[in-house]
């Protein structure tokens, strides 16, 4: 009797094994598919926020006309700093002379009585 309730405890145990088994490898299956349907999701994001972007950056370059007013406004501001910084050099001695002047001719005559 102990020899066929050994051969049961034996075989249960195998069983035992065999199922976690399964279940191990039914769990492996079960992360390598979400994995699988995470990097597609991830794919298709990307895609979609590409395409997103493409639309719009086009519908950003249609409402304001294009890089040419970019361009331009570039440009102008450019040649704008370039006059301010040249008036600014051309007028520098004139300030200096202008301040040293108010600062050495002081009017030393007393105001009148009221």
Same mark, same amino acid.
């Given at each position: 009797?102990?020899?066929?309730?050994?051969?049961?405890?034996?075989?249960?145990?195998?069983? !035992?094994?065999?199922?976690?088994?399964?279940?191990?490898? /039914?769990?492996?299956?079960?992360?390598?598919?979400?994995?699988?349907?995470?990097?597609?999701?991830?794919?298709?994001?990307?895609?979609?926020?590409?395409?997103?972007?493409? !639309?719009?950056?086009?519908?950003?370059?249609?409402?304001?006309?294009? $890089?040419?007013? $970019? /361009?331009?406004?570039?440009?102008?501001?450019?040649?704008?700093?370039?006059?301010?910084?040249?008036?600014?050099?051309?007028?520098? /001695?004139?300030?200096?002379?202008?301040?040293?002047?108010?600062?050495?001719?002081?009017?030393?005559?007393?105001?009148?009585?009221?």
């Amino acid at each position: 009797m102990s020899g066929t309730g050994q051969d049961g405890i034996d075989r249960l145990l195998a069983a !035992e094994m065999e199922a976690t088994e399964i279940v191990s490898k /039914a769990r492996k299956e079960k992360q390598a598919r979400i994995k699988q349907a995470r990097d597609e999701a991830e794919q298709e994001i990307t895609k979609f926020r590409q395409t997103l972007e493409q !639309e719009f950056n086009a519908a950003q370059f249609s409402n304001l006309g294009g $890089s040419d007013k $970019s /361009a331009k406004l570039a440009q102008t501001t450019e040649m704008q700093i370039q006059d301010i910084k040249r008036l600014a050099q051309s007028n520098a /001695a004139n300030v200096s002379k202008q301040i040293l002047t108010w600062i050495t001719n002081v009017d030393v005559t007393p105001p009148p009585k009221a």
